[in-house]
């Protein structure tokens, strides 16, 4: 799985925009976010869609965001975390 290309970002702009919108994340180049000095979220695109490596925890967790509404359950995932910090 390669990490997402100009193009396949340009699928998730809506949800980068959110994202780069959220408290306490800095996106250190397109479609890659880091909380604090750590990786926090970027993207690989795949024949099976689009996915999120996402650190919810002291690990990466790769979640589908191909839909919108795979979208919206990450960006909550990732706001409940944020809010707890």
Same mark, same amino acid.
């Given at each position: 799985m390669k990490h997402a290309g100009p193009a396949a970002l340009d699928g998730i702009e809506p949800m980068l925009?959110?994202? $780069?919108g959220l408290p306490g994340l800095k996106e250190k180049s397109r479609g890659t976010f880091y909380r604090g000095s750590k990786a926090f979220i970027h993207f690989h695109e795949d024949p099976a869609g689009m996915f999120a490596d996402v650190r919810l925890t002291d690990e990466f967790e790769r979640m589908r965001v191909s839909s &919108? &509404?795979?979208?919206?359950?990450?960006? $909550?995932k990732i706001q409940a975390v944020l809010g707890g910090s």
């Open positions: 925009v959110t994202l $780069r &919108r &509404r795979e979208q919206h359950a990450c960006i $909550r």
